[in-house]
């Protein structure tokens, strides 16, 4: 069994910073790439941010510069640093774990958090 569980959302004035957490756990053979979603009310989720193991990150466009994904290297905790927030920013935002887990190694399976809520006051 896998987990996935975020954490650290809350309300934050724009302009300001928050750092949400996000825990994978559970019987994995590897995991492939973690992205961080969003997604406000009456709009589509979206992809934020993601990190593979080698390092390599993307952003979507609107928080390039501003977000930041990282992973802790002794376990697998990943974080999104987000600074000068904009009311926009305001969303579930959901934690993505691409694993193949032990009891099927041969295939790959996303796995969903259940979301933490971001708000941004203007």
């Known amino acids: 069994q896998v987990h996935v569980m975020e954490s650290g959302g809350g309300l934050v004035q724009a302009g300001g910073s928050l750092t949400l957490s996000c825990d994978v756990s559970g019987s994995i053979f590897s995991l492939n790439r973690v992205g961080w979603y969003r997604q406000a009310p009456g709009k589509q989720r979206e992809m934020v941010a993601s990190?593979?193991?080698?390092?390599?990150?993307d952003y979507e466009d609107s928080v390039r510069g501003r977000f930041t994904i990282s992973r802790d290297g002794a376990k697998n905790t990943f974080y999104l640093q987000m600074n000068s927030l904009h009311p926009e920013d305001t969303a579930v935002y959901y934690c993505?774990?691409?694993?193949?887990?032990?009891?099927?190694?041969?295939?790959?399976?996303?796995?969903w958090g259940q979301g933490t809520q971001v708000t941004v006051s203007s």
């Open positions: 993505n774990a691409r694993i193949r887990p032990l009891t099927d190694a041969l295939s790959e399976y996303d796995y």
């Open positions: 990190i593979t193991p080698g390092g390599d990150v």
